[in-house]
C-alpha cells in the first residue's frame, strides 16, 4: 500500500515535535453489497475506502490525524498537522522499520471478488425465497449479501511495518409476517472471516431465509410481553448481546482508564457470579469478529475476562494502557481510517457451565425465555444497559409456553452479572456489529443458555 | 488529483462507455475535534474524508458505484462498475436524474468562521475549568469537548444540473460526571452553532444539573400512567420513528401509512411539519440530495396524514409530485428519503400546565436504546428510560432502570397536550428532529 521508506519519512515528520510514538494506519477496502426487497435485486453498493490516519502521543497525549489523500505529499502533510498540534520540541527517536509477517490463522478459500455478481445473486435468493416462501402470512421480505475485503497496513515508531487482510462475508434476511392487520419482523444475519466458501459448509443460506420468517411468524401471533421484575432464561449464541452490553464495555480500557467504568479498580476481585467465566478470544479461525493483528498491530490474543467470577483483566489498547500502566491486549479496532482508534471486543463470550438446558427451563416457576435478543446498548460508566428481545416466550412451572412480544431487558451490569445463577452447556456464537467511539465494527457475541435470577423485563 | 479534475475523467469515460444518463455526486469533510482530561487537552483529531459516487441507467436500471481514491484509473473503474451493477438489477422501477435549470428556493447562507486550534484549546480548557468549578460533587472523568466541522457536496449530472453546497458549524460538549460517594452519575450536554456564540456556561450547567438530579433516584413503580416526554425525549422517539412517513418504506410494506393520506392518523390538534429552512437549524437546504428542490410542508396537519416524504422514484410510483426528499446515507448510498427539520408543531400551554394536567405519573428525559428497543414496521417499542416522577402536578422523584412501551401508531392518537415551545435538541444535521413536551395518555411503564 506505502512503501517502508515512505513510511519512514512520515514517521519522521510525525515525531519532528517531540512525540515518543508515531503511528501510521492506512486502509484499502472494497466493501461489496447486494440488496434484495420486493422480490427483485434492488440495489447493489460497490464502494472503495482508501487513506490513512496518524496518530501521535506524547505521554497522556495523543493527536490523530486522517486523510484520503495516500501521495507522499499528503501524507507528509497529515503527519505535519499531527506534528503541529502536539506542540513544539525536536525528534528525539529515530525510526527504523522492519516487516514482520504475522501469519493468517483466517484461511480463504474464495475471495469474494473474484466470484461473479450473478452467483452471489443465486445464493442470496436462496435465502431470500426460503423466507418469501414459508408462508403466505410473510408480507414482505429483505435480504443482503456483504462482503468486505480490509486491507490495513501499520507502521510505528516502535519499527513495526506489517499488513493484514481481512475477508468477511454475511447474509442477513428480515422478514415481516402479518396477521389480524399487525406486521412483526424477524431477522437472522450469520457472517463470518470467510470468503464465499461460508456457504459450502458453514452457512446454509436457506435456513437463514426459514430462521427470519419462522421468527416473524411467531411474533406476529404473539400477545404482549407482562411487565416485571423476573427470572429470564437467555438463549445460547446471540443472546451473548447481554454480557457484551451489561459487562463487556465496561472492561475496555477506553472507559476503564478514565475511571468511567463501573469495574474500575476490580482486578481480582469477584464481580460475577461464580458460574461466570467470559472470554474476549480474538484469534478464533474465521469467526466474524477475529483478526490476525489489530488496529495498532498488536496480535490477536485470547484472554480470560471473568474466571468463575473474578475479573482477571481488561481490554487495553497502547494509548488507554498508557493511563493504566498495561500493555496492549490485542483489542485495538477502529473502523476506518478516519476514526481515532480505542479498545474494543473482538468475539467475546461466556463459557460453556455445567447446568443442564431442561433444569434451567425447569427451575423457572414463572419467568421468561428469551430467545433470541436483539440488540442493545450501556453506558459503561454506570452499568445501565437495556437489550430488545427479538423472540421471547413465557415461563410457567418450568415449561415454556406461549409467545410474547415487544419484551425489553433493562437493569444494571454489574447486578445482572452477580445474578447469572445458572450457566448452561449449548455454547454458540452470533454475529454482531458494535458501535462505539472508533465506529462501527464487526463483533461476535455468545454464550451457551444462561438464567437470569432477575431482571427488570419491560413489556405491556 | 481534485474532484473537478477527477470529473473530467469521470465524463470522458463515460462518454466512452455510451453511457448517456449519469450522475456524479461528492461530499468531503474536514473536522478538528479536541477532549479534555484531568485539566488537560488529552486528545486532539483532524479528519479529512469523503468520495464521490457516481450513479448511471443502463437498461432503465440505476447502478452504483463509489471510491474514496480521486485517481484517474478509479475514475474509469467506478464509471465501467456502475454500468456493470445496473446489469444486475431486477427491480422495474422507472429512474429518474433531475433536469438542470430549475428554480430554487435560497437558503440563508449560515457558513461561520472557524476558529483556529488555539481558540478551540482554550475554550475546551474554559469548559473544563467551569466544569470543576460548577459543583464540588464533579469528579474525575468528567470531560470536555469542543470540534469544528465542514462540509460540502456537490452534484453534476448529464441533464445540466450543477450544484453544490458547503456549510460549517462548532460545537461544545460537557459531559458530568458526579458522585456523592455511593453513586455515580452521567450525563452530558452539546451544543451547536457559530463558534463564538456557543453558550459553555449554560450546557455545564445543564449537565452537572442533570447529573445531580439522578443521583438520588428510584425506578418508577409497574403500572399505566399518563406519561409526559421531554422535547428531548420525544425527539428521540420521533428520530426512529419519522421512517413511517417514508413512502419507500410505504410501499415497500414497511409502513402502515400506504394509501392513507386524508385520513386521520393522530389527535386532533397533531401537526407534523417537515421544514428544510427551519430557522434553528445550522443547516437549511435548497436541494435534496436528487437535486430537486425542497419544500416546508405539513406531513400531519390536526391529525389529518397530509402526505408522506417522496423523492422522484416513489412519487412516479404513486402518481405524485416530489416532495424534495431525497437523501443519502454518506456519498456511497443509494438515493433514499429522510426527512429535513421534522417537528411536532407546538400546542397552546406551558411545561407546568402540561404537568398539572398530567396530575400523576412520569415525566421521561431521556430513551435509551432506541437502535433495538423500537420496531419501526410494527411501531412497538419498549425503551430503557429515565426521568421524574409527577405526583399531583408537579416532577418530584429522580426515576430510572425502567421502560416505557407501547406503539407509535397508538401513541400519535393518545397525545393529549402539548406544550407551547419547540426544541431542537441538535439543531445541526440535514436531519433534525423537534418537539414539544407531549402528553400521552395510559403508557406501560416497567420497573420495580
Not at chain 1, 459448509?201 to 427470519?212: L, P
Not at chain 1, 436483539?374 to 452499568?383: L, R
Not at chain 2, 458505484?65 to 474509469?76: I, M, V
Request: proline share 3%; glycine share 10%; aromatic share 8%.
Amino acid at each position: 500500500m506505502i512503501t517502508r521508506e515512505v513510511c519512514e519519512r512520515v514517521l519522521r515528520k510525525a515525531i519532528s515535535t517531540g512525540a515518543d510514538y508515531a503511528e501510521i494506519f492506512a486502509e484499502h477496502s472494497v466493501n461489496h453489497s447486494i440488496n434484495m426487497i420486493a422480490d427483485k435485486v434492488d440495489n447493489i453498493s460497490d464502494s472503495v475506502i482508501a487513506g490513512a490516519g496518524i496518530r501521535v502521543f506524547k505521554g497522556l497525549r495523543s493527536v490523530a490525524a486522517s486523510t484520503t489523500d495516500t501521495s507522499e505529499a499528503g501524507l507528509l502533510r497529515c503527519a505535519e498537522k499531527a506534528a503541529d498540534a502536539l506542540g513544539q520540541g525536536s525528534a528525539e527517536i529515530s525510526i527504523n522499520l522492519t516487516e514482520r509477517l504475522f501469519g493468517d490463522i483466517h484461511p480463504i478459500k474464495t475471495v469474494p471478488s473474484s466470484v461473479p455478481v450473478a452467483e452471489k445473486i443465486r445464493i442470496l435468493k436462496d435465502g431470500y425465497f426460503a423466507a418469501r416462501e414459508y408462508s403466505p402470512e410473510i408480507k414482505q421480505v429483505s435480504g443482503t449479501l456483504l462482503d468486505i475485503d480490509h486491507n490495513i497496513l501499520i507502521a510505528n515508531s516502535e519499527g513495526l511495518y506489517a499488513e493484514d487482510r481481512q475477508i468477511r462475508t454475511r447474509i442477513s434476511v428480515n422478514a415481516v409476517a402479518e396477521k389480524n392487520g399487525e406486521s412483526q419482523t424477524g431477522f437472522y444475519g450469520p457472517g463470518r472471516r470467510m470468503g464465499m466458501e461460508m456457504f459450502e459448509h458453514e452457512v446454509d443460506a436457506k435456513a437463514v431465509g426459514v430462521r427470519a420468517a419462522q421468527q416473524a411468524i411467531t411474533m406476529a401471533g404473539a400477545g404482549y410481553c407482562p411487565a416485571g421484575v423476573m427470572p429470564v432464561a437467555i438463549g445460547n449464541g446471540f443472546g451473548g448481546v447481554i454480557f457484551h452490553e451489561a459487562c463487556g464495555h465496561s472492561l475496555e480500557a477506553s472507559s476503564v482508564a478514565y475511571g468511567l467504568s463501573q469495574f474500575c479498580g476490580k482486578l481480582g476481585t469477584q464481580i460475577a457470579n461464580p458460574k461466570v467465566t467470559a472470554i474476549d478470544d480474538g484469534t478464533i479461525p474465521n469467526a466474524w469478529g477475529s483478526i490476525n493483528i489489530d488496529d495498532e498491530g498488536t496480535p490477536a490474543q485470547r484472554k480470560v475476562l471473568i474466571e468463575k467470577g473474578i475479573l482477571k483483566t481488561y481490554m487495553v489498547d497502547k494509548f488507554n494502557g498508557r493511563r493504566m500502566g498495561l500493555p496492549s491486549t490485542g483489542s485495538a479496532r477502529r473502523q476506518s481510517y478516519s476514526y481515532v482508534t480505542t479498545s474494543r471486543m473482538t468475539n467475546t463470550f461466556i463459557a460453556e457451565g455445567e447446568d443442564s438446558n431442561d433444569d434451567i427451563i425447569a427451575s423457572m416457576e414463572y419467568g421468561l425465555f428469551a430467545k433470541e435478543m436483539g440488540g442493545g446498548s450501556v453506558n459503561p460508566a454506570t452499568g445501565e444497559f437495556n437489550f430488545a428481545v427479538n423472540e421471547g416466550y413465557m415461563v410457567r412451572n418450568g415449561k415454556i409456553c406461549e409467545p410474547v412480544r415487544g419484551a425489553s431487558l433493562v437493569g444494571k451490569g454489574s447486578d445482572v452479572i452477580m445474578n447469572i445463577d445458572m450457566v448452561g452447556k449449548n455454547l454458540d456464537l452470533g454475529t454482531g456489529m458494535c458501535g462505539a467511539s472508533s465506529g462501527s465494527i464487526p463483533t461476535t457475541v455468545g454464550q451457551p443458555l444462561i438464567r437470569v435470577s432477575k431482571i427488570t423485563v419491560g413489556g405491556r | 488529483m481534485d474532484f473537478n479534475e477527477f470529473k473530467k475523467c469521470v465524463i470522458n469515460a463515460a462518454q466512452s462507455l455510451g453511457l448517456k444518463e449519469y450522475e456524479l455526486y461528492y461530499s468531503a469533510s474536514e473536522s478538528t475535534d479536541i477532549g479534555t482530561f484531568k485539566h488537560e487537552i488529552n486528545e486532539f483529531s483532524s479528519a479529512e474524508d469523503g468520495g464521490v459516487c457516481f450513479r448511471c441507467i443502463v437498461g432503465g436500471k440505476m447502478g452504483y458505484a463509489s471510491t474514496e481514491e480521486l485517481s484517474a484509473a478509479e475514475a474509469e473503474s467506478i464509471v465501467k462498475r456502475a454500468a456493470e451493477n445496473a446489469k444486475a438489477l431486477e427491480n422495474d422501477d422507472t429512474q429518474f436524474l433531475v433536469e438542470g435549470g430549475q428554480e430554487y428556493r435560497k437558503a440563508e447562507d449560515k457558513g461561520y468562521p472557524l476558529p483556529d486550534t488555539p481558540e478551540l484549546i482554550a475554550t475546551a480548557l474554559k469548559g473544563d475549568k467551569a466544569l470543576y468549578d460548577a459543583d464540588p460533587l464533579v469528579i474525575d472523568g468528567s470531560q470536555c469537548g469542543t470540534g469544528v466541522s465542514s462540509f460540502k457536496v456537490a452534484i453534476a449530472n448529464s441533464k445540466g444540473l450543477d450544484l453544490s453546497y458547503e456549510s460549517s458549524t462548532a460545537y461544545f460538549m460537557a459531559a458530568a460526571v458526579v458522585s456523592d460517594g455511593k453513586e455515580m452519575s452521567d450525563e452530558f450536554k452539546v451544543v451547536h452553532g457559530p463558534f463564538d456564540k456557543l453558550d459553555i456556561d449554560g450546557a455545564v450547567k445543564e449537565a452537572v444539573e442533570k447529573a445531580k438530579a439522578m443521583l438520588d433516584y428510584d425506578s418508577a413503580p409497574t403500572g399505566n400512567y399518563p406519561v409526559v416526554f421531554s422535547p428531548e425525549a420525544m425527539t428521540s422517539m420521533l428520530g426512529v420513528f419519522s421512517g413511517i412517513f417514508n413512502s419507500e418504506n410505504a410501499q415497500k410494506g414497511l409502513s402502515r401509512l400506504l394509501g392513507r393520506e386524508g385520513e386521520k392518523i393522530a389527535a386532533d390538534f397533531v401537526s407534523i411539519i417537515d421544514d428544510p429552512f427551519y430557522p434553528e437549524n445550522g443547516i437549511n437546504l435548497s436541494f435534496d440530495d436528487e437535486g430537486s428542490p425542497t419544500c416546508t410542508k405539513a406531513v400531519v396537519e390536526n391529525g389529518v396524514l397530509k402526505t408522506l416524504l417522496y423523492n422522484l422514484k416513489t412519487a412516479n410510483k404513486a402518481g405524485v409530485k416530489t416532495t424534495g426528499n431525497a437523501s443519502k446515507a454518506g456519498y456511497s448510498a443509494s438515493v433514499g428519503i429522510r426527512p429535513f427539520t421534522f417537528y411536532i408543531a407546538p400546542g397552546n400551554i406551558s411545561e407546568e400546565e402540561l404537568l398539572k394536567k398530567a396530575e400523576n405519573g412520569v415525566y421521561i428525559t431521556s430513551l435509551g436504546g432506541l437502535h433495538a428497543g423500537a420496531n419501526s414496521v410494527s411501531g412497538d417499542f419498549s425503551l430503557q428510560s429515565s426521568g421524574f416522577m409527577i405526583e399531583n402536578g408537579v416532577k418530584t422523584k429522580a426515576v430510572k432502570s425502567f421502560t416505557v412501551s407501547g406503539n407509535f401508531y397508538e401513541l400519535l392518537k393518545n397525545i393529549s397536550a402539548l406544550s407551547d415551545t419547540v426544541k431542537l435538541p441538535r439543531p445541526y444535521g440535514k436531519t433534525a428532529f423537534g418537539s414539544p413536551s407531549v402528553l400521552v395518555e395510559g403508557l406501560s411503564v416497567a420497573g420495580k
